[in-house]
């Protein structure tokens, strides 16, 4: 019991300073006050995202993961510690792993009389080991609505006359799919992407500052993962040891909610504005020898489409 209205409010005021010095270190620094977020050391979880059918009678499994890491970016080689199981433990999986959650990241074909077998992706991450089982189960049939859902384009369960006709973007990566470079030397990567304009993007010219105000200081209304809907292009290393500078610096195409983290997640994150005729300049410099598997990858908010070359890089 409180003896005095004065050791009340004494009481009361300073569990309300404290409320708010909180918050306002979770708005600084978010990993600070949560103990479940960690910069390095933890493990990969390898994800089964969904199926979906192709013309020609197979099917394409869909897989993702979350790297439970805000900083590090394991690399893990095709071998026991990344495989697939039954058949060819290579499936075109990636070996670098970007931090935190990473959808529908890659696809594996297999044939239409499939049936009720399993695929296993197999991934051993610092020590722990996770499986993601894939099957043809109905219920994880996916198609675009359901993608565009699941990376947060569209609230859950929902769609529209625009979410229904939008297309994915078309990357073309001009020039040769295996190139060679040396070590601190830029290679120029060109790339064109074309795209419906589907989902409408909001730019800079129709958002005043009232409604980013507005933006930053609204609480989450939705259940799932929000995106800003808007096309762009993200160049990222799929597979290979070293570190790969890209520039200019590009959106992220992983779920990096800050505020400014230049990711499409990020609550205050403009779509970059469309170069002519969709083409696209970007170096990537890269710090030591290896064989490397670029990856760049075109979203409009809703869908994706993906571009691939490998470099030999050399002294």
């Given at each position: 019991?409180?003896?005095?209205?004065?050791?009340?409010?004494?009481?009361?005021?300073?569990?309300?300073?404290?409320?708010?010095?909180?918050?306002?270190?979770?708005?600084?620094?978010?990993?600070?006050?949560?103990?479940?977020?960690?910069?390095?050391?933890?493990?990969?979880?390898?994800?089964?995202?969904?199926?979906?059918?192709?013309?020609?009678?197979?099917?394409?499994?869909?897989?993702?993961?979350?790297?439970?890491?805000?900083?590090?970016?394991?690399?893990?080689?095709?071998?026991?510690?990344?495989?697939?199981?039954?058949?060819?433990?290579?499936?075109?999986?990636?070996?670098?792993?970007?931090?935190?959650?990473?959808?529908?990241?890659?696809?594996?074909?297999?044939?239409?009389?499939?049936?009720?077998?399993?695929?296993?992706?197999?991934?051993?991450?610092?020590?722990?080991?996770?499986?993601?089982?894939?099957?043809?189960?109905?219920?994880?049939?996916?198609?675009?609505?359901?993608?565009?859902?699941?990376?947060?384009?569209?609230?859950?369960?929902?769609?529209?006359?625009?979410?229904?006709?939008?297309?994915?973007?078309?990357?073309?990566?001009?020039?040769?799919?295996?190139?060679?470079?040396?070590?601190?030397?830029?290679?120029?990567?060109?790339?064109?992407?074309?795209?419906?304009?589907?989902?409408?993007p909001k730019r800079d010219s129709t958002i005043?500052?009232?409604?980013?105000?507005?933006?930053?200081?609204?609480?989450?209304?939705?259940?799932?993962?929000?995106?800003?809907?808007?096309?762009?292009?993200?160049?990222?290393?799929?597979?290979?040891?070293?570190?790969?500078?890209?520039?200019?610096?590009?959106?992220?195409?992983?779920?990096?909610?800050?505020?400014?983290?230049?990711?499409?997640?990020?609550?205050?994150?403009?779509?970059?504005?469309?170069?002519?005729?969709?083409?696209?300049?970007?170096?990537?410099?890269?710090?030591?020898?290896?064989?490397?598997?670029?990856?760049?990858?075109?979203?409009?908010?809703?869908?994706y489409h993906d571009g691939y070359i490998t470099?030999?890089?050399?002294?």
């Open positions: 019991m409180y003896k005095t209205a004065e050791n009340f409010a004494k009481t009361v005021t300073g569990t309300f300073c404290a409320a708010l010095a909180l918050a306002f270190v979770f708005l600084v620094n978010p990993l600070s006050v949560n103990a479940e977020s960690y910069q390095s050391g933890q493990h990969v979880e390898p994800a089964y995202e969904g199926w979906r059918p192709n013309p020609d009678g197979s099917f394409s499994f869909m897989f993702g993961y979350m790297n439970e890491n805000w900083l590090e970016e394991p690399n893990v080689a095709v071998g026991e510690n990344n495989f697939f199981f039954p058949g060819e433990a290579d499936r075109d999986q990636p070996t670098h792993f970007l931090p935190r959650r990473n959808r529908f990241t890659f696809e594996v074909v297999v044939p239409a009389d499939w049936g009720e077998r399993e695929l296993v992706w197999t991934l051993s991450v610092n020590g722990v080991e996770r499986k993601a089982y894939a099957t043809l189960a109905q219920d994880y049939q996916v198609d675009n609505i359901v993608i565009a859902s699941e990376t947060g384009s569209l609230g859950a369960g929902t769609s529209s006359p625009e979410s229904r006709a939008n297309l994915p973007p078309v990357v073309t990566v001009q020039g040769d799919s295996i190139r060679t470079a040396r070590v601190g030397e830029p290679l120029k990567l060109v790339t064109q992407v074309t795209d419906d304009g589907l989902p409408r005043s500052e009232r409604s980013l105000e507005a933006r930053m200081m609204r609480p989450p209304t939705r259940i799932t993962v929000g995106k800003v809907n808007g096309l762009f292009l993200s160049w990222n290393v799929y597979r290979g040891e070293g570190n790969v500078t890209f520039d200019p610096p590009m959106p992220k195409p992983w779920e990096d909610t800050r505020t400014s983290a230049n990711s499409p997640w990020g609550a205050l994150w403009l779509p970059p504005e469309i170069p002519e005729e969709g083409i696209y300049d970007v170096t990537a410099t890269f710090d030591e020898p290896g064989t490397y598997i670029l990856w760049g990858r075109a979203d409009d908010g809703g869908l470099v030999n890089v050399t002294e």
